[in-house]
């Protein structure tokens, strides 16, 4: 898709509500789940429906954008054998994790652990393909490498020829982590390098970074991840660059009820003791662009009874109505 918009996949962060909330306020194209980890044996049904409840539902969110689920792992057999069973769900594709950077992925060999052996990268790839019907496309998202970019094309290459028709790079390597700057040269070499389509990924925050990054990458979609969680209108404002419009900028007052329906969903998928902290850990992002969502995390800083702090979110919506 030209222009694309997709919300990256974030372990942890940009879950089922997020999701849903980002995708109804706008501007996105297409999800990729957070992963769903795969060791040595079949997946769990239940467990595929939890981290993507979308597939309950076409694998669209309620706005209707797709959903295409993540596996991780590093066995090629059971990797193929779990992308089979997601194309019996019904999946419209299949994405593989080569770029997760968590310390605890890596140990069990998968995410970007899996950069320093390119011929690992083919053989996951190539078991993926032959084991979907050919109309399910399988993606990966990779990194520019663990600790450096000495394999970095050799990567791209083991992905592209052994059948993963789009390429997400998030342009920093695994040691990198998130560190600024973002290595959107590279993206560029890359794109050059491989005859599939190459998604550009890393520090887009505002539609300037936007512009910039499709300029020095040459490529046509965008992945963004932090970018939307902080700014969750940005892809309405991308569309309306596109359009020679005038972006509108989302409110703090026309935010509020967004919180308040993505605290709701929380709680009906988290335990309580942990729903207020995936309300905290979203107004830290918010808050880079909303002084607002500062003041706010900070009165709610220490709350811990999920209770409690819905009626504190309640409470200051209406104070600002």
Known sequence: MKHGIILAPMEGLVDAPLRDILTRIGGIDRCVSEFIRVTEGPLNVGSIRRIVPESL??????????????????????????????????APAVDLNFGCPAKTVNRHRGGATLLREPDTLHQIVAAVRAAVPADIPVTAKMRLGYSDTSLTLECASALATAGAVEIAVHARTK??????????????????????????????????DY????????CEQVMIGRGLVACPDLGQG??????????????????????????????????????????????????????????????VRRQTCADTLQTLLETDARDAA
């Open 211 to 218: 512009q910039r990054i499709r300029e020095i990458s040459g």
């Open 175 to 208: 040691v990198e982590g998130y560190k600024p700057p973002a290595h959107w040269e590279w993206l560029a070499r890359v794109r050059e390098s491989v005859s599939v389509a190459v998604i550009a990924n890393g520090d887009v925050n505002d539609v300037a």
């Open 238 to 299: 991308i569309r309306a660059m596109h359009r020679s419009a005038p972006p509108v900028l989302m409110s703090w007052n026309d935010l509020r009820p967004w919180l308040i329906d993505f605290y709701r969903q929380v709680r009906l998928r988290t335990a309580d003791r942990h729903a207020p902290g995936r309300l905290k850990q979203w107004l830290g992002f918010l808050a880079r662009n909303y002084p607002e969502a500062q003041l706010l995390f900070d009165h």
């Open 57 to 90: 539902h076409g694998w669209k969110t309620a706005a209707g954008v797709p959903v295409h689920p993540q596996l991780l792992g590093s066995d090629p057999d059971w990797l193929g054998h779990n992308a089979a069973l997601l194309a019996e769900l019904g």
